[in-house]
């Protein structure tokens, strides 16, 4: 995309761009996820984040499916680059996400672990309850 290319001319050389896409793109009348990630991977991205737009309290689980989000972690795997999972993530979507074997490099839990509205300062205990719930999730696994 010729606009990533006029963005970087335009940035700090040690700043590196991160493609975005929506899991409920079509509610931000955005382009679908694959073709975001498929471009990013084009133009030498190497981090992707899934997100969704709304913020309503469903999560990107809510607006893709299992199959498509393997397709974007697979594709990211494949071309070298970081995938992060973002979205109203919940411990919840965290268990339903390992059941079907599907670990994203980083999850992006901003609004589980501020105090009270996701805009507001980062609470300490929720940060840490979730550091548990992660370490505790990785070591089932191993």
């Known amino acids: ?16 761009l991160v493609a ?3 899991a409920d793109w079509r509610l931000a009348e955005a382009i679908d996820p694959l073709t975001i ?10 981090h992707c984040l899934l ?5 309503d309290g469903r999560s990107s689980l809510d607006f893709l499916s299992m199959d498509q989000l393997k397709e974007l ?19 919840l979507e965290i268990s339903k996400l390992i059941q079907f ?8 839990v901003r609004g589980a672990v501020c105090r009270g509205e996701r805009s507001e300062v980062i609470c300490a205990d929720r940060l840490q309850s979730w550091q548990e ?9 191993a």
């Open 20 to 22: 975005v896409a929506y």
């Open 73 to 91: 972690r697979s594709l990211c795997q494949r071309k070298g680059m970081w995938f992060a999972m973002a979205g109203s993530i919940t411990e």
């Open 51 to 55: 997100d969704t737009f709304t913020k």
């Open 101 to 108: 074997d599907f670990v994203p490099d980083c999850y992006a």
């Open 133 to 141: 719930f992660l370490l505790s999730c990785s070591s089932s696994s």
């Open 37 to 46: 990630f498929e471009s990013a991977a084009e133009n030498g991205f190497r």
């Open 1 to 16: 995309m010729k606009h990533w290319e006029e963005l970087r001319g335009r940035l700090h050389n040690q700043i590196e």
